[in-house]
């Protein structure tokens, strides 16, 4: 004799009850994953497009700015975005310095070009290859991408990249402004104007 046989009527109609709710639950527990994984392969089909499109600027002139030979404004901005999206998902700090030269105006055109590609060598020396990046802002401004690291370690770094300024380029007048994700925003347009300010 099952277990089914053995029960009431009344206890059959509440055994009834009890597995229609739970097969209720499960079916709204089944849309809710199925909500879940559609959210989370759109993250994924985005997460692949930027990434498609930052390669397929490698190997490209768009990439590297033909003077300093560090990256071009548009290639330092898409990594600056993948990063800061990569940042978000997997919750690491990473910071963004401007590099500002204050008086090159004034300066005649070689020696311009001279302190311009004297800088990008500077940066290089500057940072921690290949884990950071280097980019062409303006004519005279340059972005550094300083990834998975602390607000500490990367006031260290914006202080090596003022003194090797200082000490190879000690004619030269410059700004630097750093900002740090997620401390001084999570918004990288917020990021980005702070160090352009």
Known sequence: MSEYEKMTREELIAKIKELE???????????????????????????????????????????????????????????ISYYHQKAFEENFEYAIVMIKLLDINSKEDFEKEQIIITLGKVLREAVRVPLDSIGRYSYDSFLVLLTEITKENAETVKERIEHLIELKIPDVKFEIRMAVYPHDSTSLEELLNIVKA
């Open 21 to 79: 709710d739970e097969v209720v639950f499960l079916k709204s527990r089944q849309n809710e994953l199925e909500g879940l994984l559609n959210e989370y392969s759109e993250i994924v089909k985005k997460q692949f497009e930027a990434f498609d499109d930052f390669i397929k600027d490698l190997g490209t002139k768009r990439m590297v700015d033909p003077l300093t030979r560090v990256y071009s404004k548009e290639h330092i901005l898409k990594l």
